[in-house]
């Protein structure tokens, strides 16, 4: 199949590399404001370049990846949609959630796929622990821990435009709490604090943030985030159950030192880069998207889906702001 990738920054080029390498794909079709990225894409992976949206849609595509600004996603995904092209777009929706669900409304109805990028759910980690709580074999859950620390802030100009850390960081965790245990988040407080970059601050961010979920069905959800994290990229996940309890992320590039006597786990050398933790989730994805494309599964990661884990970071965000419980209701209403 020939799939159009719309944006060659840093993830539109990582895609770009993935999707040459499967079997499926027999060739790229790129585009991307800046030219030259596009045209260095291409002379990497031996793909085509044009020169806007339009004409990669005109191109003979059989499915569109979009990594561009966050800003240009819900044109590019109705264009997409309109041009009856499967399409998969790198998460948020939408710059804010009332975007978002314009464009929810304007897809209704409409028979072609959306897949947003949530790579967690094709981590095989994740995917076990999705498999392992739905069996019951960990008996009724009551506590989740979900954590993401990365090793360092991303500059100040993506920070502004960032949303908060909310809704671009911690935002992966509400979504894997939500496929992982199959339940709701009824409600949530959150706190944050900031002991680093000055610049988080001065956009009205926190560097450092705790929230605890509570799920419909009574279970606790403790999801911590940072941009600081010494050590390297750190992601995880606990899941307690009444009748056991597993963790994903527990391996030997680990970013977490053990000073008990005599340990020496982790040995390796820790993750540093989110594409170092989930270079085969992102594979798994992208083939996921070109059997979608193929018609022969469902959207794996639909904009309903993408859009309940923008309710929590709106949530989340309120509570951090407000100092108070704030229920996903509130904000789905406000």
């Known amino acids: 199949m020939r799939i159009g990738i719309l944006g060659l920054g840093r993830i539109g080029a990582f895609h770009a590399e993935t999707l040459s390498g499967l079997d499926a794909v027999d060739s790229l079709v790129l585009t991307d404001p800046f030219a030259d990225a596009a045209k260095a894409a291409a002379e990497r992976f031996g793909a085509d370049v044009v020169d806007s949206p339009e004409a990669l849609l005109a191109a003979g595509v059989d499915g569109i990846v979009i990594a561009a600004a966050t800003d240009a996603h819900p044109a590019l995904i109705l264009a997409g949609v309109e041009a009856g092209v499967p399409v998969f777009c790198e998460k948020p929706v939408a710059r804010t959630m009332a975007e978002g669900v314009e464009v929810l409304k304007a897809v209704a109805g409409r028979d072609v796929p959306i897949q947003i990028g949530y790579n967690r759910r094709f981590d095989a980690g994740f995917v076990n622990a999705r498999a392992a709580v739905r069996s019951g074999e960990l008996g009724t859950l009551h506590t989740v821990r ?19 850390i909310f809704r671009d960081c911690s935002v992966h965790d509400f979504d894997i709490i939500r496929w992982v245990t199959g339940r709701e988040v009824t409600e949530v407080y959150a706190v944050g604090g900031n002991r680093g970059a000055e610049y988080i601050k001065e956009a009205g961010d926190a560097d450092t943030t705790g929230a605890i979920l509570t799920l419909d069905d009574g279970t606790l959800a403790v999801v911590s985030n940072s941009r600081h994290n010494g050590r390297g990229y750190d992601v995880r996940m606990e899941i307690h159950g009444f009748q056991d309890s597993i963790a994903v992320g527990l391996e030997d590039k680990l970013p977490l030192r053990s000073v008990e006597p005599g340990v020496t786990f982790p040995a390796g050398t820790p993750h540093d880069f989110f594409m170092d933790r989930f270079t085969d989730a992102y594979r798994a994805e992208l083939t996921a998207f070109t059997e979608v494309v193929a018609g022969t599964r469902p959207s794996p990661c639909t904009i309903e889906d993408a859009l309940e884990a923008g309710w929590i970071a709106d949530a989340c965000t309120l509570s951090l702001h407000e100092h108070r419980p704030v229920t996903i209701e509130e904000v789905r209403q406000a």
């Not at 979900?146 to 908060?164: E, H, K, W």
């Open 146 to 164: 979900s954590t993401t620390l990365d090793p360092a802030p991303p500059p100040a100009a993506y920070i502004a435009a960032s949303g908060g």
